[in-house]
């Protein structure tokens, strides 16, 4: 299967070193046998990602979610196993690289060097961003007369006009109105209609649900599945049920299953369909 | 020696970008300033003013070449000013930014490059009031003052280098940046700033010889008032260049080594 492979990642892992204090840390620093601890994030993840797909990371927090996203980014490194990443590759970080002092149209310059576009695309995209930003006059006044929403607004709409080939969306999509999220939403479906592949973090399934190809369930740094997003989503979201209703001591021993899961979720499907079909035939 | 290599290009090849992004840095701290830039040549003027009146006024002291104090000092106090401003600010850079380094995949070197941008290039236009002085008090130029170029090039290498250092173990470990205070501060007195340390017993002259700080601040007076080549102190020139290359694979390889650590620990 010759499918386009834009993200491979095998066997990785990122351990957090967890030291009792500052000294235990220049300790570890120095080479030297440091007390503290290791905190896995992520075991062992082995996956390949489709170019242009929108993929989606569910997981509880502490689940790795965002370690796996931002090794992708490239920002943080794994501890072992390799992540070959094809193509460029951004995170959506709206409130990143704002400047209070700059004006609107100052700051979409600067957090565009930030995120290394050359002044060429700027002056290409600022028009765009200024659209999207909807901040009307306000553009050309100092960040810091802006209410919340129209700085989280610009800082959005200057990330996505970044323009990589892999865009990675961290819970970045809760700012502005709904009408602003959906004009979000809108954008990253432009984006993938493009070609381009988009690896997307939330905690909201009906987003996930709505919006991602594939979805990936990863647990305590492990992968539990990989499947459609129609299928993975209802599983997640009935493990989701399970998890609340446990005591911390059950949760710790708790290994999820996907297929049990899956299982689970297609049974009560098959059940509530022949529940309607019942209704139908009764009628 | 590779990953020197390496770590220069990654430098150079983002420089353009560096440039920028400091430029709008320094733009965003004048947005607040009424006086904008005016302070940029207020603050070195309050300084030298302070350091005329306790070192001349009040302690009388002697210049080589019997050049008037506030100028020679003033000849000194610029490139000094530059320089501690890039050693300090370029130090704490990586924690500075630290925001921007957990969110945004770009070069850590940026971080402090930026710093030493920012301070030059106020530097630069300081010198405007140096050079308006000297020609106001009757220096003249000469072709000596064209080495002034050399001297900036020297500087940035060696702020280069001592910034990969100091902003790497500074991001890992703070005490380290903590501790650089002080060191400046006694930087600032062994370099010949505000007092000329060829007034030291022979024995001790060897502190300005090793003071890289020291070769700049005197090399810009050299330029500028005494008329001296810098290839005639090659020895101390031959020196400061080792040195400058020792900081350089040092940084390198102590950013390289580290860079993985920041992340995940700022």
Known sequence: ?283 | MKTTLNVLREIILHLPRTIRLALYENRSRRSQLLLGRVWDFLNPLFQILIYWFVFSVGLKTETRNGFPYAIWLMCGMMPWLAMNASSVNAANAIQMNAHVLKNVAIPVTIMPMKAIVKAYYEHLWTMGILVATLLFTGVWPTLHWLELAYYLLASGAFLTGFALITSSLSAVWRDFFEFLNPVMRLMFYISSVVWPLESLPENLQVIMFLNPFAYVVEGYRKCLLYGEGFWLNWQQGAYFWALTLLLLVMGSLLNMRLRRRFIDQL
Not at chain 1, 22 to 40: F, V
Not at chain 1, 251 to 280: D, H, I, N, T
């Open chain 1, 1 to 283: 299967m010759a499918q386009d492979v834009i993200v491979r990642c095998e066997n990785l892992t990122k351990t957090y070193d967890l030291y009792t204090g500052e000294g235990a840390r220049i300790m570890a620093l120095l080479g030297l046998p440091a007390r503290g601890m290791h905190y896995s994030a992520l075991d062992g993840v082995t996956q390949d990602f489709i170019r242009g797909e929108i993929v989606g990371l569910a997981g509880l927090n502490g689940s790795g979610k965002s370690t796996l996203a931002k090794i992708i980014a490239g920002i943080t490194y794994p501890t072992s196993g390799r992540c070959e990443v094809r193509g460029s590759v951004s995170m959506l970080a709206a409130n990143v690289g704002m400047n209070d002092q700059l004006t609107g149209r100052e700051n979409i310059h600067y957090k565009c060097m930030l995120m290394g576009l050359t002044r060429r695309q700027i002056a290409r995209v600022e028009e765009s961003i200024i659209d999207f930003a909807e901040v009307g006059v306000y553009i050309d006044q100092p960040l810091r007369t802006y209410s919340s929403g129209m700085r989280s607004r610009l800082g959005f709409a200057i990330s996505v006009h970044a323009d990589p080939e892999i865009l990675i969306v961290d819970e970045a999509l809760s700012v502005g109105d709904a009408a602003f999220s959906e004009k979000c939403l809108s954008r990253m479906q432009e984006f993938r209609d493009s070609g381009k592949t988009i690896f997307f973090v939330t905690h909201a399934p009906w987003q996930m649900l709505h919006f991602c190809d594939r979805v990936m369930w990863l647990h305590r740094g492990r992968t539990i599945g990989f499947d459609k997003a129609d299928v993975m989503v209802p599983t997640y979201v009935e493990f989701t049920r399970d998890w609340t209703k446990m005591e911390a001591a059950e949760r710790e021993a708790m290994e999820p299953s996907y297929a049990a899961y899956r299982e689970r979720f297609q049974r009560q499907q098959r059940e509530a369909w022949a529940r309607k079909a019942q209704g139908l035939t009764t009628e």
